[in-house]
């Protein structure tokens, strides 16, 4: 009788245990149910109060590329004073490179310091014709004076703006030029100097990319407020402006052509564009320039981009 006895309590608590551990299961269970619904019904959690901007982490900006420029650039010297651009010698630096039909070869090309017998190769014979040294018309350009007055093509509203009240920060206009005629050259940067406010241009920064005439970049070079860099060898567009930038004096950078004309009030709005928004990079409307006579026509306000035609 006893082992039957203590076979029938084992089973007994093995049945306790069971039922213990059941009832314990379906306590969790509601429990975990019932926490659920409240939550379905509990309000979202609110969002959590903006960091400040000065507490905030900033982002490392990758660093500006450079370019050693000792290794394969010259820097023209200054070696006259008081040259203006409104003092400057034109006529004598337009002579140097004015394009005249049937020109013997030695005159025109007397002041690159060239043998006469290399003049005749491919490489200069492209100077023969007045379109194909810089896909334009050089004798219409030759035949321009370097200031003068093209037709105001801004619209009506945009001539009332008034930008006095505005704090703008000055610029550093950049031009790169590879065997640019001296005249559109000239052209460029005296508009540039002519149309914008003195205290709102910094100077301006001509990259020669290796041309064949040292010699425009050293007479430029002795106008005030004008710096020129000439590559040792070419370089090309993107790296020349980075050269122009690594030495560029002014907070904003404004890069040209080196054949364009600047109109009425062309840098006050992009000034203000940048003044509301330090990170922005602007583009103005770009008027059209004739290639063959050199009219000068205004474009239309709804196109961003333009040049020779």
């Known amino acids: 009788m006893l082992p039957r006895m203590l076979k029938m309590r084992t089973v007994g608590t093995v049945l306790a245990v069971v039922w213990l551990l059941a009832l314990g299961f379906i306590y969790v269970q509601s429990t975990s149910s019932a926490d659920l619904k409240a939550n379905a019904h509990a309000p979202p959690p609110l969002n959590p109060l903006p960091i400040p901007d000065e507490n905030r982490p900033k982002k490392q900006a990758p660093p500006i590329p450079t370019i050693d420029l000792a290794e394969d650039t010259t820097i023209h010297e200054r070696t006259e004073v008081g040259v203006t651009w409104k003092t400057f010698d034109v006529e004598k630096f337009l002579n140097k490179g004015k394009w005249h039909q049937g020109e013997a070869w030695g005159a025109r090309f007397s002041h690159f310091h060239l043998p006469i017998s290399s003049l005749s190769s491919p490489k200069y014979r492209k100077f023969q014709d007045k379109y194909k040294a810089n896909s334009f018309n050089q004798e219409a350009s030759d035949s321009l004076n370097p ?157 961003r981009g333009g040049g020779f035609t």
Not at 232 to 259: C, M, Y
Request: proline share 6%; glycine share 2%.
């Open 147 to 303: 200031t003068r007055k093209i037709p105001d093509s801004r619209e009506p509203p945009c001539r009332d703006v008034d930008y006095s009240t505005i704090d703008m920060k000055p610029t550093t206009v950049i031009i790169t030029y590879h065997n640019e005629a001296r005249s559109s050259l000239l052209r460029t940067v005296f508009s540039v100097f002519n149309m914008s406010p003195e205290s709102l241009l910094t100077e301006i920064v001509l990259v020669d990319d290796n041309s064949i005439d040292v010699d425009i970049g050293k007479e430029l070079a002795q106008i005030e407020r004008v710096k020129v860099l000439r590559n040792n060898q070419r370089e090309g567009l993107i790296r020349s402006r980075v050269k122009g930038a690594q030495v560029a004096e002014a907070p904003i950078l404004t890069f040209l052509d080196s054949h364009i004309e600047c109109n009425q009030k062309w840098l006050e709005p992009l000034l203000a564009r940048i003044a509301e928004n330090p990170k922005a990079v602007v583009a103005p409307i770009i008027d059209v320039i004739n290639v063959d006579n050199f009219n000068y026509v205004g474009a239309s306000a709804d196109l």
